[in-house]
């Protein structure tokens, strides 16, 4: 199992950028697939991005390429979110998780997930 904390969430205006950070403790950091959801209240968790345990193969939601980027490093055991020209829909609580599949895209597919950073986007 390997513990998760989000960080870098705030009040951000539309058109900034942002890059959210995801520490991990426990074991071994670099053999878990990583990835990035974000929710709205009423709605369902919402998948962005994943990246591989090595880092070489991301994957993203059509929603959002172009304008994240999710990026690892393995020897500071954080995952990161670069999020580029904020839009007030990028407003929702971002959420880290770990898993072993490469192509997972659903909750299911991740057994530990962080508590959440909030992100605000005003217009």
């Known amino acids: 199992q390997v513990q998760l904390v989000e960080s870098g969430g705030g009040l951000m205006q539309a058109g900034g950028s942002l890059r959210l950070s995801c520490a991990a403790s426990?074991?071994?950091?670099?053999?878990?697939?990583m990835a990035w959801f974000r929710q709205t209240p009423g709605k369902e968790r919402e998948f962005v991005a994943t990246?591989?345990?090595?880092?070489?193969?991301?994957n993203y939601a059509d929603s959002v390429k172009g304008r994240f980027t999710i990026s690892r490093d393995n020897a500071k055991n954080t995952v990161y979110l670069q999020i580029n020209n904020l839009q007030t829909e990028d407003t929702a609580v971002y959420y880290c998780?770990?898993?072993?599949?490469?192509?997972?895209?659903?909750?299911?597919?991740?057994?530990?997930w962080g508590q959440g950073t909030q992100v605000t986007v005003s217009s």
């Open positions: 426990g074991r071994a950091f670099s053999t878990y697939v």
């Open positions: 990246i591989t345990a090595s880092g070489a193969m991301t």
């Open positions: 998780a770990a898993g072993s599949s490469p192509y997972g895209r659903t909750r299911s597919a991740f057994g530990s």
